[in-house]
């Protein structure tokens, strides 16, 4: 019988697999373009995005995150699309994860794929949603808030909007639109510099988010 090991698997849904089936396609070195998860007994693969929207936007992100925590004197190490596996239980790959405050050097250099059997979840998550927003929004978001990852965000290209989501102890989520992680940061920041970059150069509206931090 033909088994999931033996054909491209199917992308951008989720299908039913035992961990070491996923392990094994995830691991297998054909399959590195491809963003992988595992959670509730399914695997999803994507592929990693190329469009030029998408890349765009993961770039200001990151440079707003980057210039914002810097600016602010907040201890932060940003991970651009990390694995994290928990054995037989759950792999993510955000597009863009950070860990913040005490948190920061925990995970050492040369770290492959982040084991949270031995290491902390990351503090803030973000999925990029060019074309994966339904998702991003329903079995991702699931999955973030069994795993307690403290916030979760969503950049929704096409809306150019920033949803934030703040995940308790207790698993309850509560949209938010300024951040508990990075505190004084207002999530309108980042939509207003998603909407400028729609018309100027990435440098013009990096000038606009230092005016913005530093004021």
Partial sequence: MTTLL??????????????????ALADD????????YYYDGKMRFEPMATGADHSKDHVLIMFALSLFTATQGIQANGHDGCSY???????????????????????????????????????LVIEISDTSLADDLGTKRLQYEDLRIPEYWIVNVKAMQVLGFSIASDGTTQRIQESRVLAGLKLGILEEALVRSRGESQSATNAWLMQQFQG
Wanted: hydrophobic content about 35%; aromatic content about 14%; glycine content about 4%.
């Fill in 29 to 36: 070195p054909q399959y590195d373009k491809l963003k992988c």
């Fill in 6 to 23: 033996q054909v491209q698997p199917l992308l951008d849904t989720w299908q039913p697999a035992g961990w070491e089936e996923f392990v």
């Fill in 85 to 123: 596996r928990k054995t037989k239980m759950d792999e993510f790959q955000p597009d863009i994860s950070y860990y913040v405050g005490a948190a920061t050097a925990a995970i050492p250099w040369g770290t492959r794929v982040v084991d949270l059997d031995q290491y902390p979840s990351p503090d």
